[in-house]
């Protein structure tokens, strides 16, 4: 089951096209994300560095090195549109690493509506609020270069984000959920090392699970018992090929969530969600964090062999 929007709110559609078989959308059903209490990072020591001091050398003292220079943000027009539910606008880079299994750390959550560049000092396309659909927004930070910081871009693939200084917050990321899909596998790492591994289904034949990094955007209630009463993890990540999906499900995003059965689990049966037990669910929705990075690739590399 895919997440889907309808009007400012995010909502579920619906209907059984054979059990044990994934439901499709097709009837309209109330549901949105469950906005949720954001934690209160640790308060960061402030450490004040010495300044350099001065070498002699044959021509007299050592000239400063001087500090690299943050290129200017260029005014974001007015009329730029927001990066909401539906898909992201584009312009915005690819994720140079989108297989990358180093976990991101730390999360960006905007404290007004900012503007996301192309690149440090670039153009401006799209801003970024605080909230999406009424959700807190966190996104994982990919990289940093000369005062600007990247971001994995929601409502997008493999597409990031550049922000100049200043509007946001930013919050330790402490795990990161990694799918092998040809292994079926899904495993819950924190601060670097494995937790926890299930068994999961995902994306059928032309509806295949994206790959590449993406993130928790936000949880909802299930909207029906084929969930198994359990809440569900909506990411920002969106179909490949939107037109491959049913009708009712375009412009939907990948979920991460349970079902009634356990039958399908290794199987690629769904519409491109990833599916696991309702206990592994459980365990994920009481100690996974909004903005936590979720990692699909085909499979991990083997690690080096110990001697």
């Known amino acids: 089951m895919l997440f889907d929007r309808i009007g400012s709110r995010l909502r579920w559609t619906a209907v059984a096209v054979g059990v044990p078989l994934l439901l499709v959308t097709a009837g309209i059903t109330g549901w949105r994300l ?14 004040e560095q010495p300044a350099p001091e001065e070498s002699e050398t044959p021509d007299g003292p050592e000239a400063p090195v001087p500090e690299e220079t943050v290129p200017a943000a260029a005014p974001a027009p007015d009329d730029l549109p927001v990066v909401d539910y539906d898909p992201a606008p584009r312009g915005f880079p690819a994720d140079p690493e989108p297989l990358d299994p180093a976990p991101l750390t730390e999360g960006v959550h905007p404290t007004r509506r900012i503007a996301a560049y192309t690149e440090p000092g670039g153009k401006p396309v799209a801003f970024l609020a605080p909230t999406i659909n009424g959700v807190e927004l966190t996104m994982p930070v990919v990289e940093r270069r000369t005062g600007w910081t990247a971001v994995l871009l929601p409502s997008a693939n493999r597409t990031l984000a550049w922000l100049p200084p200043g509007g946001f917050t930013t919050v330790p990321l402490r795990d990161q959920i990694v799918v092998e899909r040809r292994h079926h596998r899904l495993t819950w790492y924190r601060d670097g090392r494995a937790v926890r591994s299930w068994q999961v289904s995902l994306g059928q034949s032309g509806q295949e699970t994206p790959l590449g990094r993406t993130f928790v955007l936000g949880r909802t209630e299930p909207p029906d018992s084929v969930y198994g009463g359990v809440d569900i993890f909506a990411l920002g990540a969106i179909p490949d090929d939107p037109d491959s999906v049913p009708s009712g499900l375009r412009g939907a995003h990948i979920g991460l969530h349970s079902w009634y059965h356990d039958g399908e689990l290794g199987r690629n049966t769904t519409n491109g969600c990833i599916r696991l037990t309702k206990s592994g669910q459980r365990q994920l929705l009481s100690e996974v964090r909004p903005g936590t990075e979720v990692l699909v690739v085909d499979e991990l590399p083997e690690p080096p062999p110990t001697a």
């Open 34 to 47: 469950t906005p949720q209490p954001e934690p209160t990072p640790a308060a960061q020591p402030v450490v």
